[in-house]
């Protein structure tokens, strides 16, 4: 039973276009991310949201939206793609407060901009 | 500001070799310091982690790491490198800030495994 899940794996798709990433944690975990990570291996984070508030939300341009509708699953929504966009996008969570844990990693969704 | 620097891109070893990957970290406080290994395509994987105590921590897969806070590393170790550990390995460091931790990498060790 995957732990982190992300959907889709791959996604290939044309400038100007809009796109959706989906994740879920199966962990009880009570924070989820999203890090981008380009094609040098840098791992950025992008947003954090804790019981569905948004905690973290560093430079990213506001074509990109996060949404979380329970603390079980933090989605990515991409306005009007561009080519720089185009990287592997992994969702994490770990559990905050009292224990602070690591990040669990889901497996990575490729987003190719033509 | 925190940050992590991981000073070698890429390191190259034979298998059965002994392998040390660097990291060093800024913090004003004790973090939590994690390394992570990424396999081809995959996501990342925890090998090992830091939050207090015995400064020398074991990890799976025969790694471990050593907190040194003097001077502010957390260098991963292997005594013998086996071909199925080629891969890039982030070191990363969990620090507190405006009330939440923020989980910040370094930006990666390529190992690569001489048969």
């Known amino acids: 039973d995957t732990a982190v899940s992300q959907t889709p794996k791959y996604l290939v798709t044309q400038m100007g276009n809009d796109k959706s990433i989906k994740c879920e944690q199966n962990?009880?975990?009570?924070?989820m991310y999203w890090y981008k990570q380009d094609s040098k291996k840098f791992l950025k984070i992008m947003f954090s949201?804790?019981?569905?508030?948004?905690?973290i939300n560093e430079t990213v341009p506001n074509r990109f939206s996060p949404k979380s509708p329970d603390k079980a699953h933090l989605n990515l929504h991409i306005n009007s793609l561009e080519l720089g966009d185009s990287a592997v996008y992994f969702c994490?969570?770990?559990?905050?407060?009292?224990?602070?844990?690591?990040?669990?990693f889901g497996e990575g969704s490729r987003l190719t901009v033509l | 500001a925190q940050s992590v620097t991981q000073p070698d891109i890429h390191i190259t070893v034979s298998e059965g070799a002994s392998l040390e990957l660097r990291c060093n970290y800024s913090?004003?406080?004790?973090?939590?310091l994690f390394w992570y290994v990424q396999s081809p395509g995959q996501g990342l994987q925890l090998l090992l982690k830091?939050?207090?105590?015995?400064?020398l921590v074991q990890g799976i897969k025969g790694f471990e790491a050593e907190f040194k806070r003097s001077q502010s590393s957390f260098n991963l170790r292997k005594p013998s490198v086996h071909w199925s550990d080629a891969a890039e390995y982030f070191c990363?460091?969990?620090?507190?800030?405006?009330?939440?931790?923020?989980?910040?990498f370094g930006t990666g060790t390529r190992l690569k495994v001489l048969a």
């Open positions: 962990l009880g975990h009570d924070t």
């Open positions: 913090y004003g406080a004790t973090p939590y």
């Open positions: 994490a969570s770990s559990h905050q407060g009292q224990y602070t844990g690591e990040l669990f």
């Open positions: 830091y939050f207090s105590g015995d400064t």
């Open positions: 990363a460091v969990g620090a507190l800030g405006s009330g939440t931790y923020k989980y910040i």
């Open positions: 949201y804790n019981n569905k508030e948004l905690i």
